[in-house]
């Protein structure tokens, strides 16, 4: 399976985007599904994930509230809504594919798209 991310772009603090992860290849229905981010001189981090029926959800606590994450397996394709965006959410966001246990580690996913970049203008 191949997964592209997109949706990224430049947006002022306060702002809202939606970004998208669109799989290819292979359904991705029966996986769990995750987005990550990575500030330039940081480590990649946990955004959100969501289970492979799309009812179960869980986030960092740094976005819970602001940050929504979605999935339409008709369409195999998975959603991050970003709402009230701040300086610090400037990152490049991936998209990940989950074979593993835990939702928040980056080795637990074994399928990554290739990032698209969101940038916060404050």
């Known amino acids: 399976v191949q997964l592209q991310a997109s949706g990224g772009g430049l947006v002022q603090a306060g702002g809202s985007l939606r970004l998208s992860c669109a799989a290819s290849g292979r359904t991705v229905s029966r996986y769990s599904m995750g987005w990550f981010r990575q500030a330039p001189g940081k480590e990649r981090e946990f955004v959100a994930a969501?289970?492979?029926?799309?009812?179960?959800?869980f986030y960092a606590d740094s976005v819970k509230g602001r940050f929504t994450i979605s999935r339409d397996n008709a369409k195999n394709t998975v959603y991050l809504q970003m709402s009230t965006l701040k300086s610090e959410d400037t990152a490049v966001y991936y998209c990940?594919?989950?074979?593993?246990?835990?939702?928040?580690?980056?080795?637990?996913?074994?399928?990554w798209g290739q990032g698209t970049l969101v940038t916060v203008s404050s």
């Open positions: 969501v289970s492979w029926s799309g009812i179960t959800t």
């Open positions: 990940a594919a989950r074979d593993g246990s835990y939702y928040y580690l980056a080795s637990s996913y074994d399928v």
